[in-house]
């Protein structure tokens, strides 16, 4: 259960521990002053490392092929299987003539 923090009219602040589904708090503990507001405070939650973007995931190798893909693909994601690229033939030498 989480700890509310209550401030009355009067500049008195106390906490109340109380489930999420009860009714916030309508008079100050300490003075019996309405209404009383409920104090929020910014949490503090940092992000580090990869893993919290879309963009983060699918780095690796995948652990087989999706459903309908058979064979291999090409890195770029086109589809087409990747062929190795034709060497070009060697140049004959010039003649010394």
Known sequence: MPIYE??????????VFQRMSDPAVAVCEICGASPVEKLL???AVHFKGSGFYSTDYGR??????????????????SGKPETPAAKPEPKPKPSES
């Not at 209550?6 to 906490?15: A, L, M, S, V």
């Not at 690796?60 to 994601?77: C, M, N, V």
């Open 60 to 77: 690796g190798s995948r652990k087989g092929a999706k459903d309908g893909e058979t064979g291999s693909s090409s890195s770029d994601g």
């Open 41 to 43: 405070f910014p949490v």
């Open 6 to 15: 209550y401030r009355c009219p009067n500049g008195h602040t106390f906490e």
